[in-house]
């Protein structure tokens, strides 16, 4: 059974960091490309930073800069490091494996006050 279990979000204040991890099990991590997503309310998930297998890394125009995506593949855990947040950034935050097939974590919540 395929399990992609987030931490590490909550509330925090404009100009705050929050680190996410997100722990694997029931894949083959290291072959994996690993992907963050955020869903704000009543808009579209989108991808927020992405590294593949051999990693290769790719962020969103709006978080670059600020965010950090790294992977520990003897630990099945990929992280977000997020810097200088803003109110903008407040979203549930997903985690997304894909290989032959692509699994989602359950989201945590990230909100930023201003």
């Known amino acids: 059974q395929v399990q992609l279990v987030e931490s590490g979000g909550g509330l925090v204040q404009a100009g705050g960091s929050l680190r996410l991890s997100c722990v694997a099990s029931?894949?083959?991590?290291?072959?994996?490309?690993l992907g963050w997503y955020r869903q704000a309310p009543g808009k579209q998930r989108e991808l927020v930073a992405g590294?593949?297998?051999?990693?290769?890394?790719n962020y969103a125009d709006s978080v670059k800069g600020r965010f950090t995506v790294s992977r520990d593949n003897a630990k099945n855990t990929v992280y977000l490091q997020m810097n200088s947040l803003k109110p903008e950034d407040t979203a549930v935050y997903y985690c997304?494996?894909?290989?032959?097939?692509?699994?989602w974590g359950q989201g945590t919540q990230v909100t930023v006050s201003s």
């Open positions: 590294i593949t297998s051999g990693g290769r890394i």
């Open positions: 029931g894949i083959i991590f290291s072959r994996n490309f």
């Open positions: 997304n494996a894909q290989y032959a097939k692509s699994y």
